[in-house]
């Protein structure tokens, strides 16, 4: 099932298929590590909901969901 | 001289190596993006000399922000003999993705595998020989934190810089990419390039401006021939180049990640996520962010104070020394560079008497930055700091600032360097002098204590807890109008393990900041106090009122001389010198008396006095001798009438001052918020620095009975303020502009005289009107003290909750029309 990286709920792990942003964000994300094919689990949601914690690769990124709202995943 | 440049991802430990290594103490933390600016150290090493950089950390080399400037700059234009690159041993797949492009770049590199002691814990075990054949470089453990490895990487570095030559260049395979890396090699064939060609053909690819533009006249040939490669990458293969390179090294460190490591026992639960379930549980989080703000409280502000009691003595003692060796004064003739020393040194002791109350204050925030706290309140908070313009990363600005319970502005916003969003940086900057001055506390105290003797608690609360609130409406009035246009960075934040703080880290880095504050308080404070004193001291009293200060001295000197002639000891007080010397001993005796502890440091006084005046000291002392103690007496009464006039001649000279002409000049302004020329004069001169305000109320407010009334009682009983004005007082005092001090952070923060202008005058603005209206609305409405600034309160956080409330038009990211 695809969908948009900050619909997925705590626990939940999604494999990345496409980021769509451009520029910064989007150089951003490449360099901490969102490429096409990584796998994003959902650790937590911030006690205020946003943002979100996600373990990517061995380590825990914290993201916002207007951001998160740009990655496409397949929920594995 | 060997040219060394550490470079790694942020939080990896280059700071700590640079400190192992250098022995120069720099800033670590375990918060991402501490070092900002690059820092050099320069030493010797085995009779060979080492010039090292510690560059900010970067997780890559080709987005934009601040500190990947730096590195880049420093990399691009300095060419380091050698690079070493730090990574984070528990942390390998993503610190490798950094160390393909430095050795992409073609300069020698060392690897330096930090943080062994962690990887270690966590049953990581890497294969350095193996590493090493893989990448073609040296590659050494260390652990920064234990401080090993030092020998082992200057060994490395000195091997690698004498077989420069032979240093092979690593490159990866690009794949389908190369076809067009090689074109782009061709297109600067011609190019006289600093470095490897084949790097800056990568970079020019990845449309790296800062390197581009290094290329002189060629730029726009070379965007245009890299976004028509681009585009043809696109149409062949249908991937963009930024995520193809990107993808490529990944796998590149995935590769290497899997020949070179092996995990003892897989990834199980580490430590970090049991104290994140709990630190970071939705329920918990905010309960736990408030013990540990109670905790803060309580050991540094309460504790500090506790602590001050036993430095004060030294301040006193150093004022002391100060005086005893100024020319005396003679009767009301006070010398001027004794008056100047005495009010430099009370300025600056004012100012470092908070340094026990900052040193644990500061100590308790490198706790919890080295701990990885930080980057954790970050994301606690991130929600509501956006709502108001603000950013995750505001946190430990806002927090140094004061949010917590008191702070400087200082090194609250020299911190804002590391924040990533330009707009939310600069909201930062100009919200954060808005906190909870620590200086400003005796000024509260002394108002609070002359008007709201039974409401002091929740007085206290409002102004400690009402900055805040004031600090989010400013930066949301601020990011929606004139910061409006500002860049903004995505919120993708390392959420660091915990680490152990090391006893040395803390100590040093609360030393530093610590240091920072004493340095304002010597060189610009001082220079400020100077030019204030200046400004209070002149032009002085008028010839006629001088004359009459004269004749009083006069009379009270005749009565003197009257009383005592058939005194046995008249011949010690027999002409008007004498009796200055008596004068002013008998002060001094009174003065070292006052602030001796215990008996035996009176008897030690009595007996410096004895020996410094064999002959008066009976006089200051008369034990059961009647007539020595007539004399005693009438000296007493002589001191009075001196410390009275000299208090009015005070009074009378800052009324007549320029700063007292200012002070009135602008009644007329400031009467709408109830203050007349003294609160201003006292406001003026709170430019200085905050203590300045009370020095100068209470030298106003002491009268001629102030031996025993103090300043607070004194402004209660006559100074003609009601409870209402002094809500007035306070208001205008918790908005007033940063002092001179963090006027030059903001300005060198914000790298704008303008901004520090407005840093300047919109508080002063907003004080004003604010404290106009309270003061004028309370007189209609017949307001107490206490509900006047309970209403202000309530609006300030009703405003403050509304603006929150308020939708945010400023949303950064949409899902753009993408084509990949
Ligand atoms: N356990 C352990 N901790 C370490 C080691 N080296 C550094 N640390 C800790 O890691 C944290 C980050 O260290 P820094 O030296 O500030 O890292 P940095 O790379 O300079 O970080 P930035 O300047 O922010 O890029 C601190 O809390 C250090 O005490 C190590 O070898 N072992
Ligand atoms: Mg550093």
Same mark, same amino acid.
């Not at chain 2, 320069?42 to 060979?48: G, K, L, T």
């Given at each position: 099932?695809?969908?948009?990286?900050?619909?997925?709920?705590?626990?939940?792990?999604?494999?990345?298929?496409?980021?769509?942003?451009?520029?910064?964000?989007?150089?951003?994300?490449?360099?901490?590590?969102?490429?096409?094919?990584?796998?994003?689990?959902?650790?937590?949601?911030?006690?205020?909901?946003?943002?979100?914690?996600?373990?990517?690769?061995?380590?825990?990124?914290?993201?916002?969901?207007?951001?998160?709202?740009?990655?496409?995943?397949?929920?594995? | 001289?060997?040219?060394?440049?550490?470079?790694?991802? @942020?939080?990896?430990?280059?700071?700590?190596?640079?400190?192992?290594?250098?022995?120069?103490?720099?800033?670590?933390?375990?918060?991402?993006?501490?070092?900002?600016?690059?820092?050099?150290? #320069?030493?010797?090493?085995?009779?060979?000399?080492?010039?090292?950089?510690?560059?900010?950390?970067?997780?890559?080399?080709?987005?934009?922000?601040?500190?990947?400037?730096?590195?880049?700059?420093?990399?691009?234009?300095?060419?380091?003999?050698?690079?070493?690159?730090?990574?984070?041993?528990?942390?390998?797949?993503?610190?490798?993705?950094?160390?393909?492009?430095?050795? &992409?770049?073609?300069?020698?590199?060392?690897?330096?595998?930090?943080?062994?002691?962690?990887?270690?814990?966590?049953?990581?075990?890497?294969?350095?020989?193996?590493?090493?054949?893989?990448?073609?470089?040296?590659?050494?453990?260390?652990?920064?934190?234990?401080?090993?490895?030092?020998?082992?990487?200057?060994?490395?570095?000195?091997?690698?810089?004498?077989?420069?030559?032979?240093? +092979?260049?690593?490159?990866?395979?690009?794949?389908?990419?190369?076809?067009?890396?090689?074109?782009?090699?061709?297109?600067?064939?011609?190019?006289?390039?600093?470095?490897?060609?084949?790097?800056?053909?990568?970079?020019?690819?990845?449309?790296?401006?800062?390197?581009?533009?290094?290329?002189?006249?060629?730029?726009?040939?070379?965007?245009?021939?890299?976004?028509?490669?681009?585009?043809?990458?696109?149409?062949?293969?249908?991937?963009?180049?930024?995520?193809?390179?990107?993808?490529?090294?990944?796998?590149?460190?995935?590769?290497?990640?899997?020949?070179?490591?092996?995990?003892?026992?897989?990834?199980?639960?580490?430590?970090?996520?049991?104290?994140?379930?709990?630190?970071?549980?939705?329920?918990?989080?905010?309960?736990?962010?408030?013990?540990?703000?109670?905790?803060?409280?309580?050991?540094?502000?309460?504790?500090?104070?506790?602590?001050?009691?036993?430095?004060?003595?030294?301040?006193?003692?150093?004022?002391?020394?100060?005086?005893?060796?100024?020319?005396?004064?003679?009767?009301?003739?006070?010398?001027?560079?004794?008056?100047?020393?005495?009010?430099?040194?009370?300025?600056?002791?004012?100012?470092?008497?908070?340094?026990?109350?900052?040193?644990?204050?500061?100590?308790?925030?490198?706790?919890?930055?080295?701990?990885?706290?930080?980057?954790?309140?970050?994301?606690?908070?991130?929600?509501?700091?956006?709502?108001?313009?603000?950013?995750?990363?505001?946190?430990?600005?806002?927090?140094?600032?004061?949010?917590?319970?008191?702070?400087?502005?200082?090194?609250?916003?020299?911190?804002?360097?590391?924040?990533?969003?330009?707009?939310? #940086?600069?909201?930062?900057?100009?919200?954060?002098?808005?906190?909870?001055?620590?200086?400003?506390?005796?000024?509260?105290?002394?108002?609070?204590?002359?008007?709201?003797?039974?409401?002091?608690?929740?007085?206290?609360?409002?102004?400690?807890?009402?900055?805040?609130?004031?600090?989010?409406?400013?930066?949301?009035?601020?990011?929606?109008?004139?910061?409006?246009?500002?860049?903004?960075?995505?919120?993708?934040?390392?959420?660091?393990?915990?680490?152990?703080?090391?006893?040395?880290?803390?100590?040093?880095?609360?030393?530093?900041?610590?240091?920072?504050?004493?340095?304002?308080?010597?060189?610009?404070?001082?220079?400020?106090?100077?030019?204030?004193?200046?400004?209070?001291?002149?032009?002085?009293?008028?010839?006629?009122?001088?004359?009459?200060?004269?004749?009083?001295? &006069?009379?009270?000197?005749?009565?003197?001389?009257?009383?005592?002639?058939?005194?046995?000891?008249?011949?010690?007080?027999?002409?008007?010198?004498?009796?200055?010397?008596?004068?002013?001993?008998?002060?001094?005796?009174?003065?070292?008396?006052?602030?001796?502890?215990?008996?035996? &440091?009176?008897?030690?006084?009595?007996?410096?006095?004895?020996?410094?005046?064999?002959?008066?000291?009976?006089?200051?002392?008369?034990? +059961?001798?009647?007539?020595?103690?007539?004399?005693?007496?009438?000296?007493?009464?002589?001191?009075?009438?001196?410390?009275?006039?000299?208090?009015?001649?005070?009074?009378?000279?800052?009324?007549?001052?320029?700063?007292?002409?200012?002070?009135?000049?602008?009644?007329?302004?400031?009467?709408?918020?109830?203050?007349?020329?003294?609160?201003?004069?006292?406001?003026?001169?709170?430019?200085?620095?905050?203590?300045?305000?009370?020095?100068?109320?209470?030298?106003?407010?002491?009268?001629?009975?102030?031996?025993?009334?103090?300043?607070?009682?004194?402004?209660?009983?006559?100074?003609?303020?009601?409870?209402?004005?002094?809500?007035?007082?306070?208001?205008?005092?918790?908005?007033?502009?940063?002092?001179?001090?963090?006027?030059?952070?903001?300005?060198?923060?914000?790298?704008?005289?303008?901004?520090?202008?407005?840093?300047?005058?919109? @508080?002063?603005?907003?004080?004003?009107?604010?404290?106009?209206?309270?003061?004028?609305?309370?007189?209609?409405?017949?307001?107490?003290?206490?509900?006047?600034?309970?209403?202000?309160?309530?609006?300030?956080?009703?405003?403050?909750?509304?603006?929150?409330?308020?939708?945010?038009?400023?949303?950064?990211?949409?899902?753009?029309?993408?084509?990949?």
């Amino acid at each position: 099932m695809k969908c948009y990286l900050d619909s997925l709920r705590q626990g939940q792990t999604g494999k990345i298929i496409r980021i769509h942003s451009t520029g910064k964000l989007k150089q951003k994300l490449l360099d901490m590590g969102f490429i096409v094919g990584a796998d994003i689990e959902v650790v937590r949601e911030a006690p205020l909901y946003d943002p979100m914690e996600l373990r990517i690769h061995t380590y825990l990124i914290s993201l916002r969901r207007s951001e998160a709202a740009l990655v496409e995943v397949e929920v594995l | 001289m060997i040219k060394v440049a550490l470079a790694g991802q @942020p939080n990896c430990g280059k700071s700590t190596i640079f400190n192992l290594i250098s022995g120069i103490h720099q800033h670590i933390a375990n918060y991402p993006g501490v070092t900002v600016d690059k820092k050099v150290g #320069r030493f010797n090493y085995q009779n060979e000399k080492i010039e090292m950089v510690d560059l900010p950390g970067t997780y890559s080399f080709s987005s934009y922000s601040l500190e990947e400037r730096v590195a880049k700059d420093f990399l691009y234009d300095e060419t380091p003999d050698v690079i070493l690159n730090i990574l984070d041993a528990s942390n390998l797949k993503r610190n490798l993705y950094l160390s393909f492009q430095l050795l &992409e770049i073609g300069i020698p590199v060392v690897i330096v595998l930090n943080m062994t002691d962690v990887a270690a814990r966590r049953g990581i075990s890497i294969d350095t020989k193996k590493m090493e054949e893989l990448l073609g470089c040296r590659v050494v453990n260390a652990s920064g934190a234990k401080g090993e490895g030092a020998e082992a990487i200057m060994e490395a570095v000195f091997s690698v810089y004498r077989q420069k030559e032979r240093y +092979e260049n690593f490159q990866i395979h690009y794949e389908m990419l190369e076809p067009f890396i090689q074109e782009i090699e061709t297109a600067i064939a011609g190019a006289d390039l600093p470095l490897n060609r084949r790097w800056t053909a990568i970079k020019i690819l990845e449309e790296d401006q800062a390197l581009i533009e290094k290329l002189d006249n060629e730029q726009k040939r070379l965007t245009e021939k890299a976004q028509a490669c681009e585009k043809r990458f696109f149409d062949m293969y249908g991937k963009d180049v930024a995520a193809f390179l990107a993808a490529v090294r990944y796998d590149s460190a995935e590769i290497v990640f899997h020949r070179c490591v092996s995990l003892k026992h897989g990834n199980k639960e580490t430590l970090s996520d049991k104290v994140d379930q709990i630190v970071l549980n939705r329920w918990l989080a905010f309960p736990i962010l408030l013990l540990i703000m109670i905790a803060v409280y309580e050991l540094s502000i309460v504790g500090g104070y506790k602590l001050t009691d036993y430095t004060w003595p030294i301040l006193a003692g150093f004022k002391s020394f100060v005086i005893d060796r100024l020319p005396e004064p003679d009767f009301i003739n006070v010398p001027m560079i004794t008056d100047l020393s005495v009010w430099m040194v009370n300025s600056a002791n004012a100012l470092l008497n908070y340094i026990p109350v900052f040193f644990i204050l500061f100590a308790m925030i490198a706790i919890m930055e080295d701990v990885g706290y930080m980057p954790r309140l970050a994301f606690i908070l991130d929600r509501v700091f956006k709502k108001y313009g603000l950013h995750g990363q505001s946190t430990l600005p806002l927090v140094l600032g004061g949010a917590m319970v008191g702070g400087c502005a200082v090194p609250g916003v020299m911190s804002t360097k590391g924040i990533a969003d330009e707009r939310a #940086r600069m909201a930062t900057i100009l919200a954060v002098p808005y906190m909870n001055c620590l200086a400003k506390v005796p000024f509260y105290t002394l108002i609070l204590g002359a008007f709201f003797k039974d409401a002091m608690g929740i007085m206290m609360f409002y102004i400690s807890t009402v900055t805040l609130f004031i600090a989010l409406i400013v930066s949301k009035l601020l990011t929606s109008t004139v910061l409006r246009t500002r860049e903004t960075a995505p919120f993708v934040m390392e959420l660091p393990p915990y680490h152990l703080p090391t006893f040395k880290g803390v100590v040093l880095r609360a030393a530093q900041r610590v240091w920072v504050y004493v340095k304002k308080v010597v060189s610009i404070v001082l220079v400020v106090a100077m030019a204030l004193f200046a400004l209070l001291q002149f032009p002085g009293l008028e010839a006629d009122s001088k004359r009459i200060f004269d004749e009083k001295v &006069e009379k009270a000197l005749s009565t003197f001389d009257r009383k005592l002639q058939s005194n046995p000891y008249y011949t010690l007080i027999d002409t008007r010198e004498k009796v200055s010397t008596l004068l002013n001993a008998y002060d001094h005796y009174k003065s070292k008396r006052m602030i001796a502890s215990g008996s035996q &440091e009176a008897q030690k006084i009595d007996e410096a006095f004895l020996k410094k005046y064999p002959n008066l000291f009976i006089l200051l002392k008369p034990h +059961e001798d009647q007539a020595a103690k007539t004399v005693n007496n009438a000296v007493r009464q002589l001191s009075n009438v001196r410390k009275d006039l000299l208090r009015q001649i005070k009074n009378e000279k800052i009324e007549k001052s320029f700063l007292g002409i200012v002070g009135h000049a602008i009644e007329p302004l400031t009467h709408y918020a109830g203050f007349d020329w003294k609160i201003n004069v006292a406001f003026l001169s709170s430019f200085a620095a905050r203590e300045s305000a009370v020095a100068t109320l209470g030298s106003l407010y002491e009268n001629a009975k102030a031996d025993a009334t103090r300043a607070e009682e004194a402004m209660a009983d006559n100074g003609g303020y009601s409870p209402l004005s002094a809500v007035a007082i306070l208001i205008f005092m918790i908005l007033t502009p940063p002092c001179i001090a963090t006027m030059i952070v903001v300005k060198m923060q914000s790298n704008s005289y303008r901004w520090m202008l407005f840093a300047t005058f919109f @508080p002063i603005t907003l004080g004003l009107v604010s404290a106009s209206l309270v003061f004028g609305f309370g007189n209609a409405l017949n307001w107490s003290g206490l509900e006047a600034m309970g209403y202000f309160y309530a609006s300030v956080v009703g405003i403050a909750l509304g603006l929150g409330a308020m939708p945010s038009r400023l949303s950064a990211w949409t899902r753009a029309n993408i084509k990949n």
